[in-house]
């Protein structure tokens, strides 16, 4: 079921491709169709999982040999923590096509290059083969540099680009390690449960644990790399930024976790400060630079630094409840960044056509779009983890996880809370609630349409039944982390 | 005494391709000079299409391999053979619109001519005979890189071809000769047997350093690169196709063996930690410097066909991570990068050359809004450059990933991977200039009033097969790569 999810994308954006130019209605219905049908799938393949596997390991999905002279194997397979972020794809996925429904230039295109990004994640999140899992990621890259150097804002074609590179020369990291590994191991197998099983040397361990956790790490916003996520983020048009902070960084977590973590505990092990201590100035610095920008999408966009830092630092403590936080955080952070860019993006920018906190204080847009208004402040509740939200299950595990391994870095990080908490009220106050100076009804402003309230419902919908239901995610990912692949890295070898 | 003429079977492919050379010449002489122009390229063209389909037809059909000190004939020659004309047939099939020059017959007589080059070149096992087929090869070569008269750039590309490419066989013939003094043998396997048994010479040394320019020269890799980009701009459309597909894949093809077969005793090593003096060594350095140079230089190109001249360069210095695998791997993934490369870069000047006869340049301004003005060539375009900066599921991406496995598992404790981590590198920051060319297609809006680019169908055809075959043997590489293995195994490389 759950390999159906790429394969609908990627057949969705090919039909796209073939539909004629001027059909922009039938190019929206197709990719919001595309998109629930693959959400269907995920959930449809989230049940069967649990009821069939509460066991935690990995269930094949499709494995044949593809490429038989490397040992390469066409194989997919889900466990509780692909799962979780192919649910959240998913569910990204429709909350970005309503969000997009105004886009009237090139509207097939979009749509194409939109759904082929979405299927190369499916992909990266269900690959258990990591030549195949490198492809998906490899995908993934061209799709995001066209949507926003087509489709995109502020300096689109330098932020498409520089997110292009950083991409590439992460992926090109982790290319050089997947290779090492391969042949170190004997060059039999590209299977990562296989590979996995294997002890690699400690002294290779050593270096090749930072390549490829860094090169994966880049794309999830680790510091001092994440200058591509502020530029990228507000250069990309809403749902381009949705997906960007909502699951590309995933992509780059995950592919840590996945690859990275798994195959060299010792190396991990050796790194694991270092690692905490930069996730933790990501913490803090995102927040920090959050509180004095005057775009409000850098806002958001730094934001997203600071809270893919409890990601990072939640991978770094090695507990079970450290690392049951990272994965929920991974959800968590992007369905409420998808919301907050889509505020930010769609309701405030299309309408408003700034995006500066000066030129939008005297505007009170409480007053103009109060249901912007309404969803921004629940969602900026939830961005500072208050109770009740998904964010707030989540990094109370990190913290609690991270207390017992680096209790100085842990205050550090509770400082990054504070701040977060200062920057969205700031951006409350200035954005929303300032006294204006010009009448309400001194400038029309379009009413928020249909779509924009259903992909907000679904989204405020999410991050609210996780936060007062966690143990729908939790049953998934904490089997999952007590299962043989992920007990070897967090016991320092295989068993 | 009596005349035999059984010598001449081994090598029916290559006479046909000879006759159907002079019958192109002929036909153009005796029946269609006087007629117009579209009639007379049509005629020509289909005689040097049957030239190249009647030497595949052949070489599909004949089993007589056998080696001999001059001349090799395995299942591997012949199918690089059958590689070669068809990259040739689709030279010849974009030619077909080109009206560059009056000489059509003229034209296509030599392009064959450089097609027989290139055969022999592949089958020969002797110093000498490789010398000889590479002249064949050359000296139509400049002939044609000079064919545009109406063009300055034609005639310059074409002088600096030829000064660069005589200085650089004048090296190679100067390393043959010093090797003839040493071990009084041309033969490859000869060579390679005194080589093992006498004691390796400083001067041999020298003799290895300037066979091996000759072909540097040949391959395009930096520092011996500097006819390129002019030839990829100047020459006309077509034989810049041909120069950068089916005379890079010979040339790559003998240079391995010539390495492997002649110089085996004196490879060397350029592992991090085993540096010796052999061949190995030289290619590291040629491969970094082509790498690094072509990619940087290529950085600040603004003319298409110059820019995809300098990624020539670069995508030379891939393929010689080829040559520090091991033995078993080393050929499939030398011969399946060249494969592809050369079905993607023969697509991509294509391309260009189209584009170039509507517009009048290839600058990048040029092809402003080219996913607009021409859908069918842009989509095309897109696939070739995204093939080339490696991108999945494309040719590119399992060519480079294939090479550079086999580059890194090719000598112990991983000793040239500070060579496989130089191309990842290189390959890495490649991507920014194919995008610009993307941007230019896709993101940038076509210039106010742009009429639709309509290319020929003899242009698109042949282009949207070469795209084609670029997405097939990414998604399945197995098939180009099992038939690599089952003819290197029945021909004992």
Redesign the interface.
């Known amino acids: 079921m759950l390999a159906w999810t790429i394969l609908i994308s990627f057949l969705g954006a090919a039909a796209l491709v073939l539909l004629p130019a001027e059909s922009r209605r039938a190019a929206r219905h197709t990719a919001l169709l595309t998109a629930l049908a693959g959400l269907a799938c995920a959930l449809a393949g989230a049940v069967q999982y649990e009821r069939s596997a509460a066991s935690g390991t990995p269930v094949d999905l499709v494995n044949f040999s ?5 040992h390469i194997h066409f194989h997919l397979a889900a466990d509780g923590v692909s799962i979780t972020l192919v649910l959240l794809t998913g569910i990204a996925a429709v909350a970005g096509v309503l969000f997009s429904w105004n886009i009237e230039r090139r509207t097939r295109e979009f749509f194409a290059l939109y759904l082929a990004l979405i299927g190369s994640v499916y992909g990266v999140f269900l690959s258990f083969d990591l ?1 195949l899992l ?2 998906f990621y ?2 993934a ?2 799709p995001k ?2 949507l926003i ?2 489709w995109g804002s502020t300096r689109r ?1 330098y932020g498409a ?1 520089k997110l ?2 950083y991409s ?2 992460g ?2 990291m982790v ?2 390690g997947l ?2 590994a ?3 191991s004997g ?1 039999q197998t590209f299977d990562l449960t296989e590979l996995a099983k294997y002890h690699f040397p400690a002294a290779f361990q050593h270096w090749a644990f930072p390549l490829v956790f860094v090169g994966f790490a880049i794309l999830a916003g680790l510091w001092p790399f994440h200058t591509w996520a502020p530029t990228g983020h507000v250069a990309a048009p809403t749902a381009g930024s949705m997906l960007l902070a909502g699951v590309v960084m995933k992509l780059g977590a995950y592919g840590a976790l996945r690859v990275a973590m798994t195959l060299f505990p010792e190396g991990l092990r050796a790194w694991q400060n270092e690692i905490a201590l930069l996730a933790v100035i990501g913490i803090v610095y995102g927040a920090t630079v959050a509180l004095v920008q005057r775009d409000l999408k850098f806002v958001i966009g730094y934001s997203s630094v600071s809270h893919m830092g409890f990601v990072l630092l939640g991978l770094m403590t090695l507990s079970k409840i450290g690392l049951s936080g990272a994965v929920l955080q991974m959800f968590s952070h992007g369905i409420i960044a998808g919301l907050l860019f889509a505020v930010v993006g769609r309701m405030v920018y299309d309408r408003a056509h700034t995006r500066d906190l000066t030129e939008l204080q005297p505007m009170n847009l409480s007053a103009l779009a109060p249901f912007a208004a309404v969803t921004f402040v629940i969602a900026g509740a939830a961005s500072m983890g208050l109770p009740g939200f998904s964010g707030f299950i989540a990094e109370l595990q990190v913290l609690a996880g991270a207390w017992q391994v680096f209790p100085r870095l842990t205050l550090l990080a509770g400082v990054g809370i504070l701040v977060g908490i200062a920057f969205m009220v700031r951006v409350w106050i200035k954005a929303f609630f300032a006294e204006g100076d010009i009448k309400a009804s001194a400038i029309p402003i379009e009413p928020i349409s249909m779509p924009e309230r259903a992909g907000a419902l679904v989204l405020l919908g999410t991050t609210v039944l996780i936060g007062l239901w966690p143990g729908l995610l939790l049953n998934l990912i904490t089997p999952t982390l007590n299962s043989t692949l992920f007990q070897g890295m967090v016991k320092g070898g295989p068993q | 005494m009596t005349l035999s003429l059984d010598w001449m079977i081994p090598l029916i492919p290559e006479e046909i391709v000879i006759i159907f050379a002079l019958a192109a010449l002929a036909v153009d002489f005796a029946i269609v000079r006087r007629m117009n122009p579209a009639v007379r390229w049509r005629v020509i063209g289909a005689t040097a299409c049957a030239g190249c389909v009647g030497a595949m037809i052949w070489i599909g059909r004949a089993t007589n391999y056998g080696t001999s000190e001059m001349l090799a004939l395995s299942p591997l020659t012949q199918f690089i053979k059958l590689a070669l004309l068809g990259l040739a047939l689709v030279v010849v099939v974009l030619s077909l619109d080109a009206r560059f020059t009056r000489h059509t017959g003229e034209y296509y007589a030599l392009l064959l001519l450089a097609t027989a080059g290139l055969m022999l070149l592949i089958s020969s096992e002797n110093l000498l005979m490789i010398f000889i087929a590479l002249e064949i090869l050359s000296v139509p070569l400049y002939v044609l890189t000079a064919f545009d008269k109406t063009r300055e750039a034609s005639a310059e590309a074409a002088l600096k071809y030829f000064l660069f490419g005589s200085v650089a066989a004048a090296f190679t013939l100067f390393g043959i000769s010093l090797l003839y003094g040493m071990t009084g043998e041309l033969g490859l396997g000869a060579i390679a047997a005194k080589l093992r048994t006498q004691p390796v010479e400083p001067v041999c040394y020298a003799a290895l350093v300037m066979t091996l320019i000759g072909f540097a020269f040949k391959v395009a890799a930096a520092p011996f690169h500097f006819w390129a980009p002019d030839v990829y701009e100047g020459a006309p459309a077509p034989i810049a196709c041909f120069v950068a597909s089916a005379s890079k894949v010979a040339s790559f093809f003998v240079l391995a063996k010539i390495v492997i077969d002649g110089f085996g005793p004196i490879r060397g090593g350029a592992a991090w930690n085993d540096f010796r003096a052999g061949w190995m060594p030289v290619l590291a350095v040629l491969a970094v410097l082509s790498m690094a140079g072509g990619n940087i230089a290529a950085l600040a190109q603004t003319s298409v066909k110059r820019l995809l001249a300098y990624s020539a360069i670069a995508h030379g210095g891939y393929a010689l991570l080829a040559f520090f695998g091991n033995a078993r791997q080393m050929l499939p993934a030398l011969l399946f990068y060249v494969i592809t490369y050369a079905l993607t870069v023969l697509g991509a000047l294509a391309v260009a050359g189209a584009v170039e006869n509507s517009a009048n340049g290839d600058r990048m301004a040029a092809w402003a809004g080219l996913g607009r003005r021409a859908p069918l060539l842009a989509v095309c375009m897109f696939i070739f450059m995204l093939s080339l900066a490696g991108i999945p599921p494309l040719a590119g991406f399992f060519g480079k990933f294939y090479l550079f496995t086999a580059a890194a598992a090719g000598q112990p404790h991983l000793g040239m991977l500070w060579l496989v981590i130089v191309a990842v590198g290189a390959s890495a920051i490649s991507l920014y200039y194919y995008l610009q060319v993307l941007k230019q297609i896709y993101a940038v809006p076509p210039p106010a009033g742009a009429m639709p680019l309509r290319a020929s169908r003899a242009a698109l055809f042949p282009i949207a097969l070469l795209a084609a075959l670029v997405i097939v043997f990414g998604c399945a590489p197995g098939w180009l790569l099992g038939r690599l293995s089952a003819v290197l195994n029945s021909s004992a490389f």
Do not use: H, K, T
Request: charge should be negative; glycine fraction near 0%.
């Open positions: 593809w490429i038989a002279d490397l030549f490198f492809v490899e995908l890259i061209i540099y066209f150097a087509v074609e680009m292009a590179l590439l020369v992926s090109a290319l050089v290779i090492a391969y042949v170190v060059a």
